[in-house]
C-alpha cells in the first residue's frame, strides 16, 4: 500500500502546482497580444514608507457601455490635402528622443499624445517638444481603456490632472487635442475634452505598429491607407518602438512627396 500512498501525493502535488498557472506571464503570453492599441505603460513608483494596513479596494466603477459606433465630433482627417503625424503613448527616454531626431532630420513636425505619468517623469522630452514646434495632446493620466466608460467627475479630474503634469514642465503650453486610449471613445469623454478646450482627435490611418510588425509592414501599410488629410496613428511610447522608428524615414519621404506633411489646425 505505501508505493500508492506515495504516488497519490506525488498526483496531489501535481494537479496543485499546474492549478497555480492563471494569470502567470506564460499563461498571458500564451494567450497572445492584447488587442489594445500599446502595450502596458510602466507602473507608476511606489513611495518608501511604512507598510500599510492591508484593506481590499473596490474596483472602479463604470457607468456606461461603449457605444457601438464613434461618437461625433472625433477629427479624423486634417481637413486639407496635407496630413498629419502623431504619436501616442510617450514621452518615452528611449523612443522619443530618436523619433523627434527623425522628424528634426526630415523637416517635418507631429502632434504627440502624452500620457500624464510619462509627462511627469520626462518634463525634459515634454520641453524638448514643444520646444521643436510639435503639437501636444492629452493621452489620459494612466492610458486607462475604460476612462471614457467612468463617471464624468472622474473624467474631468484626470484630464485636468494630465495638462498639470504637462504644463509643470512648459507652463505655458497649449494642449488643443485628446485622444482616448484605444480608441473607445464615448459622447461623454468628448463632451469633457471640449468643456476643457480640447478637441477629440481620431485617426483614419493605423498601421497597428502596437502590435509589432516589421518597419516593412508599417511602412506598407501606411501607404496603402493615407489619402489626402489623413491622420497617421503612431506610437513612441508603450513599448519597444524600434519598428516603428525604422519605418518613418521610409513613409514620412512617401507621405512628403504625395501631399506633404503639417500639423493639425
Known sequence: MRPRAVLASGLALILLLGGCGDGSAADRSAAGPSPVASAPL???PTPSASPQPTRSTPPRRLVRPLPTKLPAGLRRTTGVRTVALTFDDGPDPTWTPKILDRLRAARVTATFCLVGTQARRHPDL????????????????????????????????DFVRTNAAIRAAVPDAKVPFYRQPGGRWTREVVTVAKQLGMRSLHW?????????????????????????????LLHDGGGNRAAT????????????????IAPLR
Open 204 to 232: 483614419d490611418v493605423d498601421p497597428q505598429d502596437w502590435g509589432k510588425p516589421t518597419a516593412a509592414t508599417i511602412t506598407k501599410r501606411v501607404r496603402a491607407a493615407a489619402r489626402p488629410g489623413s491622420v497617421v
Open 126 to 157: 515634454v520641453r524638448r517638444i514643444v520646444r521643436e514646434g510639435h503639437q501636444l495632446c492629452n493621452h489620459s493620466w494612466q492610458h486607462d481603456l475604460d476612462l471614457a466608460r467612468r463617471p464624468v467627475a472622474e473624467i474631468r479630474r
Open 42 to 44: 510602466p507602473a507608476e
Open 245 to 260: 522608428l525604422a519605418a518613418c524615414s521610409h513613409l514620412i519621404t512617401d507621405l512628403k512627396r504625395r501631399y506633404g
